[in-house]
């Protein structure tokens, strides 16, 4: 049971390049997320979905794209990669509903020049 | 006002120590509540969820008052290996996928 698998765990970027964050979970679960994670600003929420087909902007969506065709892929693409977009990057995954934590990936590591 | 807020501290307390943080939400209306732990540079790992009652595992008890609107989370006994950043989160009583976490409590434990 790996639960949730995040690659590439390290990136370098240049400016304006695009690329895609992807994510897996094999627990079956129905919520998935994208955080980004700056130094001293906590876990900001990008984009969600609470199920396959269905996908939500959070509180800083610009510049990023999300889909979710099967429950267990969530990928994140950056359109045009931009400094201020420099941080680590975490999903997770939820069973769904009220009563149920996340669980998260190790995360991703990206670095735009 | 952000809708969680918390305590940066940091909080540096002798191993054996008790030791509590707070975390107020806005929204009188959130249904469901939990605590995080972070160490350095890896990725948050859930802790307790959070519930009417209280709740204890250990070491650790967590509580919710809902009429000052804020959640704590109780440490006894402190170990140095419970050094890390304690992350609350909020979600949002209609939309469960929209978690919302707090910036978090640094707590060091030193021997």
């Known amino acids: 049971n790996a639960g949730v698998t995040q690659t590439p765990k390290f990136q370098v970027l240049k400016t304006g390049q695009s690329m895609t964050l992807q994510c897996a979970q094999d627990m079956n679960h129905e919520y998935m997320s994208w955080y980004r994670q700056d130094p001293g600003m906590g876990l900001r929420l990008i984009h969600y979905?609470?199920?396959?087909?269905?996908?939500d902007q959070g509180e800083v969506p610009n510049g990023y794209n999300v889909s979710r065709s099967t429950t267990e892929d969530f990928p994140l693409r950056l359109l045009s990669a931009a400094p201020s977009q420099t941080s680590v990057y975490f999903c997770?995954?939820?069973?769904?509903?009220?009563?149920?934590?996340?669980?998260f990936g190790s995360g991703t590591r990206l670095t735009v020049v | 006002r952000k809708e969680v807020e918390q305590d940066p501290g940091p909080f540096n307390v002798p191993e054996g120590a008790t030791v509590a943080f707070n975390c107020t939400y806005s929204n009188s209306a959130s249904q469901s509540f939990f605590w995080y732990r972070q160490d350095c540079r890896k990725e948050p790992k859930l802790l307790m969820s959070?519930?009417?009652s209280g709740n204890e595992d250990g070491r650790f008890t967590a509580q919710l008052n809902r009429a000052s609107q804020y959640i704590s989370l109780l440490i006894r006994d402190s170990k140095l290996s419970d050094s890390a950043t304690y992350l609350c989160v909020v979600n949002k009583p209609t939309n469960a996928g929209k978690s919302t976490f707090g910036d978090g409590t640094t707590l060091t434990v030193k021997p």
């Open positions: 997770a995954s939820s069973y769904g509903g009220q009563g149920y934590g996340y669980t």
């Open positions: 979905s609470v199920g396959a087909g269905i996908t």
């Open positions: 959070v519930y009417s």
